[in-house]
């Protein structure tokens, strides 16, 4: 219950509310990345193979991009072709906790990455590639990466290894840990200690809470019989129906047993045929001095970029980057059942997944690829969460994904309440293959174990957990794009 006791703690024993505007503002002006777009040719340090055409690393380390052909035989697009990133080594996404005053606090490091669309970000204690960690960059080493590669006899409170993107990443993972310090920690310049509290608070500030964050803040064993009285009484019925979701004994529509089985079976019948192609002459995708895009100029760009930065272990580098085209949205349909809050969660097959099918958001898409693609390639539910009234959205907030690999990959996260209203539908038949109704603590139970959420659904479990204490307003800050 020590996850919840710092969930309910909206003010920080180390990091006061008042102090966090002038701490991460003034932070903000002293780190910095500026990033200039350059010719794909020009990246220091990185090659064109000259037989298949990928972009790599001089040193064979990082990653290499490269092409993807895709067939999924009765999907809503069943074949296409697309660059993809091969990122094969598993990096290390830590938050260190430790008590105050009996409360649970997290070692959070402000951190700017060269694709941050709004500069400075919360982002984990420890966010690094085995590359990063083993010094192939050639900069200073990692932080505190010392306490996660050796844990001491406790060992891990959660340790965990789960997936990235599937349709930007080729079988692409990182381990996901938190590690509880024993003893005094020494807080180096840019890192801070948090509540769950104050974190919870700052998730509803746009693009604050970078990816790797959430990612692990969804992976805490915050599920518990116990949590309302922990949190105390609900103050709707919303947040009533969201605490019993949490009670591994208040029912479910489906038992994990079945919901185990549903996800086997989808990926037993879903066939993806993903296989590593060369970059040069990837069907429907044209190589110019600036990028790598496809002929209808939709979906995404490969761009190249030199940065330099400071409050970094290394001070300039250049490498491709992912940039996306359009606003994603990213969203959890709710309905209280019996109740019970339970969130319609998608068996999704992306051609990048370790194990074909991931369970994802509800809604998982950017709008505007779909003027590009046939009718029935649009995603379900995506008029629903479009045209929700603003009563019924419980979360929203545009947040980034990871500003290591994406050039200001932006998506509007949002939970929305299907209960009551003209536009509540969310209807989904009890034997449709692709859809079923789950409760928190199964989502929080599949979480300790890998490859069973994609990392939009990890995301969008922090927020939802999020919203179990009474909304407050957070601090804010001025953030300039950068």
């Known amino acids: 219950m020590r996850v919840a006791a710092s969930a309910r703690a909206r003010e920080g024993v180390r990091t006061p509310n008042d102090d966090f505007h002038d701490w991460f503002g003034a932070l903000a002006e002293r780190s910095y990345t500026r990033v200039e777009r350059v010719p794909l040719d020009g990246l220091d340090g990185w090659e064109t193979d000259p037989r298949t055409g990928n972009l790599r690393h001089h040193t ?8 993807l052909d895709v067939r999924i035989p009765g999907g809503p697009v069943p074949a296409w072709s697309q660059p993809i990133i091969n990122q094969p080594e598993i990096g290390v996404l830590g938050i260190l906790v430790k008590e105050f005053d009996g409360v649970l606090h997290c ?13 400075l970000q919360i982002s984990p204690t420890v966010q690094a590639t085995r590359s990063n960690y083993t010094g192939v960059h050639g900069g200073r080493p990692v932080p505190y990466l010392d306490l996660f590669r050796d844990p001491g006899p406790r060992g891990p409170l959660v340790d965990v290894r789960q997936s990235e993107q599937g349709s930007a990443f080729h079988h692409k993972r990182n381990r996901n840990m938190v590690v509880e310090a024993d003893g005094e ?3 180096h ?24 964050a959430r990612t692990v803040l969804s992976c805490l064993p915050f599920a518990h019989a116990e ?7 609900p103050a709707d019925p919303f947040r009533a129906a969201l605490f019993r979701s949490c009670d591994p004994t208040a029912g479910s529509r489906h038992s994990l047993g079945s919901v185990l089985s549903w996800i086997t079976e989808a990926r037993t019948r879903t066939e993806v045929r993903a296989h590593r192609v060369p970059l040069a002459g990837l069907p429907g995708w044209h190589r110019t001095r600036d990028r790598v895009s496809h002929e209808s100029g939709a979906f995404f760009d490969v761009i190249g970029v030199r940065v ?33 809050l339970h969130v319609l969660m998608h068996a999704r097959a992306e051609a990048g997944y370790m194990d074909v099918v991931e369970l994802a958001p509800t809604v998982q898409c950017t709008p505007d690829s779909y003027a590009y693609l046939p009718e029935s390639a649009r995603p379900r539910f995506l008029d629903e969460v479009e045209r929700a009234e603003p009563g019924r959205i419980r979360f929203q907030s545009v947040l980034s994904e990871e500003g290591g690999r994406f050039h200001h990959a932006l998506n509007r996260y949002l939970i929305v309440d299907t209960d009551g209203g003209p536009g509540a539908r969310a209807d989904v038949p009890p034997d449709d293959p692709d859809y079923r109704w789950m409760t928190v603590h199964q989502l929080v139970e599949l979480l300790r174990h890998s490859h069973y959420l994609n990392i939009q ?9 999020s919203l179990l204490v009474p909304e407050e307003p957070a601090p804010t800050t001025e953030r300039k794009v950068r």
């Open 308 to 340: 330099e930065a400071r409050g970094r272990e290394v001070a300039g580098w250049s490498q491709p980057m992912i940039e996306p085209h359009g606003t994603g949205v990213v969203a959890f349909l709710t309905r209280t059942l019996d109740g019970v």
């Open 185 to 187: 920690v020494e807080v």
């Open 60 to 67: 064979g380390r990082f990653f290499t991009v490269e092409g």
């Open 107 to 119: 070692l959070m490091q402000a951190k700017v990455e060269p694709g941050n669309a709004g500069g």
């Open 457 to 465: 659904a990890r995301s969008l479990v922090a927020c939802l957990q």
């Open 227 to 233: 949590l309302a009285r922990e949190l105390g009484p």
């Open 189 to 212: 310049e840019g890192f801070r200690w948090f509540t769950l509290g104050q974190l919870h608070r700052l998730l509803a500030e746009r693009d604050l809470v970078n990816m790797d």
